[in-house]
């Protein structure tokens, strides 16, 4: 059970927005038990996100693919069209959002923010998604729907790119029905202040050895000068040994972890 | 002359870490006029880190490759051996590089943050690196170095993970050797207050068939309710005449962009 994310837009991958996106759906993920494998952003280009899609299709380990982005009323959003060609499967108005996106237009126009009740190109366009979609979802904040497709046993959830719109309809909608029922893994840490990052190595190749299927990591930040001993696994009890023999080992070499807060 | 981004690190894929580095590589490198195709984050596990480094060997747009992290004294620092397998190179101690860790011990020594002077293999593997690299970078924040590859007609860039380490080393060192001369994009913004995206999209098709050398984004923001349009290009008179038809028509329909602050 692992997942991907490819997040499109020019504004990521031109440093214009920083991608606070993939960063909250990578902590959702691992709490609900559904951890990422890798976070890919693209442009908004039709070959590159048909090409990234196919390679997320390709990748016999995933099985959730989470598109975000590249969903709107503008020419620059191409990610429906993109995924309608990586899919093979022909682009198709939605009926149901077509209506919402109708109903919301029309009090748009009653509150007097738009000229003309009629639908526009620009609206229509985010209603046309890819054929046979597993589920189409509501966005109560935006007009772009949310969309699950299940195709070569992955289920590829589409995503609005607001970061509004997308934690609503993942929370709200997703993540009930899709998501629940996963373990997440086990997550321990110890901190340390002023601690030399390398003389934990022997230390670690040792619970490597110990605890193969307990992930361990060590982070130094070196403007808190704390360093940060993660252990993370699926079997709490392994990751519980692991933490505490870093503890212990710590304490004999005169490092004292901080006392948890 | 296109560039891409491997983040490694199992702390940006599992959403403990807000992956700034590459943020800020994005525009800088958009800045330098060597822009960004894609970044990809990935884990500490060695068969990822080759697969997604051949990847990028393998693409033929690419120039430039920037491996972020992964390079510290840990077992969880993974990747120069990664590097080494996928760019075929045996791992080397990179003698120039082992005598500045060897200095920096023995001054932390002197200091009594560490009990010994020698070096363990935590440091070591700092300095073993893949062999015939172009160049090796100091690093004068830390101790893991900054390095260049040459293959396959492109440059690796391999970049400590610690921000202030992977700015130090590419401003300083790698910016002004590797990355001068290049012609930055030329970027024009509008902002426009409370403005429907949607009424946009004749506007923006206009653009792209009149101006196709010239990307043009719209980003709504739903916090600030502001509306940029943003138009990016080689060509400065093509992005400053696609801006001022953004300017001139928004205000024909009665959409004024806001003044620049």
Known sequence: ?????????????????????????????????????????????????VEQVRRELADPELTHIFCCGG????????????????????????EETRARIERRVKRMHEAGLLDSPELTEGNLRMARIPSEPKQV??????????????????????????????????????????????????????????AVEARFYPLMRELEEKYPDVSVGSYPNFETKE?????????????DEAIEMVRRRSGELGMAPQRRS
């Open 1 to 49: 059970m692992l997942s991907s994310i490819v997040a499109v837009g020019d504004e990521l991958v031109g440093g214009f927005t920083l991608d606070t996106n993939s960063h909250w759906l990578a902590e959702r993920l691992r709490l609900l038990g559904h951890p990422l494998k890798r976070v890919t952003a693209i442009r908004d280009r039709p070959a590159e996100i």
């Open 71 to 94: 969903l709107g009323p503008t020419p620059d959003d191409r990610t429906f069209a993109s995924l309608a060609e990586a899919l093979g499967r022909p682009l198709v108005v939605w």
């Open 137 to 194: 979802f509501k966005n109560r904040r935006g007009m772009a729907p949310g969309v699950v497709y299940e195709q070569d046993g992955k289920s590829i959830f589409v995503l609005p790119g607001v970061p509004l719109e997308l934690k609503g309809v993942f929370t709200e909608e997703l993540e009930p029905q899709f998501l629940a029922g996963g373990s997440a893994a086990t997550v321990r840490e110890l901190r340390f202040m002023f």
């Open 227 to 239: 360093l940060v001993i993660r252990c993370l696994g699926l079997d709490s009890n392994q990751v």
